[in-house]
């Protein structure tokens, strides 16, 4: 006595298959673009932050070496030169990153870093399978269970 579905009845599951492929497509097609946007929004989290303490650094800067130089006029030592040369670096490297292509450069670098030496960004023994999720989270839940009753023991 075997089940025979009828026509309508399994054109009808054809089709809500179908139906669910592609809502799990849309699914995963907005997943990609808010984690794109997520990733949008930091990046420019640290544009400005990078900005901000451009703004911070350029003052120090400016006003140490407006102390260097009167000092300088004051003492004739070139000795109290010495910390402009530093500090020249650190706000060069600043402004390169709040306001020059260093991003560009970084960005450059990085998918060189993928395409060229990718096994310096790949995972150590592989990607995590859905097995190996699952044996770590019941692991965690059977630790967890453990101590709950350990320190309703005590």
Not at 17 to 24: A, C, L
Not at 48 to 71: D, P, V
Not at 87 to 109: C, N, P, S, V, W
Request: hydrophobic letters at 40%; proline letters at 4%.
């Amino acid at each position: 006595m075997g089940f025979i579905m009828s026509k309508p009845f399994e054109e009808n599951l054809r089709k809500n298959q179908e139906f669910m492929k592609e809502m799990q497509k849309i699914q995963v097609e907005r997943q990609i673009h808010m984690q794109n946007i997520m990733r949008e929004k930091m990046m420019a989290m640290q544009i400005a932050r990078a900005r901000e303490l451009f703004y911070w650094f350029g003052s120090f800067y400016l006003i140490a070496c407006t102390g260097m130089l009167l000092g300088f006029k004051k003492t004739r030592k070139p000795s109290t030169l010495v910390p402009f040369l530093p500090l020249t670096f650190i706000i060069g490297y600043q402004a390169d990153m709040a306001y020059g292509t260093k991003l560009h450069r970084i960005k450059g670098e990085a998918e060189n870093i993928l395409q060229y030496e990718n096994h310096l960004v790949s995972l150590p023994i592989g990607i995590p399978t859905l097995t190996a999720v699952e044996e770590a989270r019941l692991h965690h839940s059977k630790e967890e269970s453990l101590q709950k009753a350990h320190e309703v023991f005590l």
